[in-house]
């Protein structure tokens, strides 16, 4: 479904290229805590990434998974490759794996999300990563966050979340420890002012 949405998405939504950010009473362990990048919301639903939850798995257990490489040939990957960085990017298809990156990169499956970043959900991108020809900036998502037509306006009425314009600098170079306190930081709000406003209910 949401891929369908950012497939077919002629005008971009209104929270398209914006940060979800948990509020502490988020009931769904899935979002705890959570910084989510929207690139898709239509009247249809919405589709996104979580960019703070990190993934055990390295890039270099990918292309050795998805046999890319030989072991014997890890040794000899460029830096920038043993260190692309690997998020859980929603309880969605864990399995399925996208690459958000700067628009540096592209190929006939790159699609646009926003003005500086595209999406590619194809092997290609991982070949030219694992050869040190991928995008400047990147991040390999395991699975995506999606929601229902309405889903999303009914969680963020409900105070679930918080939305503001997002930062590519947040997205890709932020140490992913700090993305959630930082995302807040651009709204202004530290999470001990949530804290005081989640106690007077």
Partial sequence: MAMSVLKERRERG??????LIAMPG?????????????????????????INRPQPMSFTDVLLHLQLVEEDDVIRLPEHTIDFPIRA??????GRGFVLHSDDYASESSIPVSDEISLTATLDIVRAISRGQ????????????????????TEIAANGWLTCPASDDLIFDTPVE??????????????????MEVGHA
């Fill in 14 to 19: 209104f929270l398209d290229g914006h940060f």
């Fill in 26 to 50: 988020m009931l769904d362990k899935n979002f705890e805590r959570t910084v989510v990048y929207i690139c898709a919301h239509s009247e249809d639903g919405a589709m996104g990434f979580i």
């Fill in 89 to 94: 990017g929603g309880p969605v298809e864990s």
């Fill in 134 to 153: 991928g995008p400047r900036r990147g991040m390999l998502m395991l699975g995506y966050a999606g929601w229902g037509a309405g889903q999303l306006e």
């Fill in 178 to 195: 700090e993305k959630y306190d930082r995302a807040l930081a651009l709204m202004g709000v530290t999470p001990a002012m949530l804290s």
